[in-house]
């Protein structure tokens, strides 16, 4: 099976930083990667697929980079809204990384 | 607007079986891949089990191997997820997830929490 890492697992972070997370993959998953926000006690939410194409109706803010192993996502200017858990996922054999929780500094 | 209901968890005991359902609207259900994914606290997210969408391609988790089974009826868009010879390991919540095309999960259910305790 293909392996997504996730990291950190925790990044502390205040409103307007820009932050940055990554996952890497344990062999070529080409573009085939989305990133999801989680709440708590809620679904998660599709913010980009195709490793970089964002979902309709997400903020421009948001932004994904990537290819083959390693994948980055973006928040440009961080926002109260957006303090909650990122997972990606690579879609060639469906695995999910551990998470990233973004939380208060 | 795409949803999807999960129904049908609750406490089960080690060794009992449940059958999830998941009720959708607001999309051709017939035309997609489905999957049911998993959370818990030491696992995180993971896909237990998907299917194609005419019910004939299936794949399933290691995991849950031999002891679930996924289906779906087209003609009342839903899809289902029994459960058998359930494990404490099997604790979590189950989401029912549409996928876009072949590729990436673009549509959450609100989940469904299962408990196998004793």
């Known amino acids: 099976d293909i392996q997504m890492t996730q990291s950190p697992s925790t990044l502390s972070a205040s409103v307007g930083d820009r932050v940055s997370f990554t996952c890497r993959a344990s062999?070529?998953?080409?573009?085939?990667v989305a990133w999801y926000q989680q709440k708590p006690g809620k679904a998660p939410t599709l913010l980009i697929h195709s490793a970089s194409n964002l979902e309709s109706g997400v903020p421009s803010r948001f932004g994904g980079s990537g290819f083959g192993t390693e994948f980055t996502l973006t928040i440009s200017s961080l926002q109260p809204d957006d303090f909650a858990t990122y997972y990606c996922?690579?879609?060639?054999?469906?695995?999910f990384g551990q998470g990233t929780k973004v939380e208060v500094k | 607007e795409v949803q999807l209901v999960e129904s049908g968890g609750g406490l089960v005991q080690p060794g009992g079986s449940l059958r999830l359902s998941c009720a959708a609207s607001?999309?051709?259900?017939?035309?997609?891949?489905m999957h049911w994914v998993r959370q818990t606290p030491d696992m995180g997210l993971v896909s237990v089990s998907r299917?194609?969408?005419?019910?004939?391609?299936?794949h399933y988790a290691d995991s849950v191997t031999g002891r679930f089974s996924i289906s779906r009826d087209n003609a009342k868009n839903t899809l289902f997820l029994q459960m058998n010879s359930l494990r404490a390991e099997d604790t979590g919540v189950y989401f029912c997830a549409k996928v876009y095309g072949s590729a990436w999960i673009d549509s959450w259910g609100q989940g469904t929490l299962v408990i196998v305790s004793s």
């Open positions: 607001g999309f051709s259900f017939g035309s997609y891949w």
């Open positions: 062999q070529s998953v080409h573009s085939w």
């Open positions: 299917v194609n969408p005419d019910g004939g391609v299936t």
């Open positions: 996922l690579q879609y060639s054999t469906w695995t």
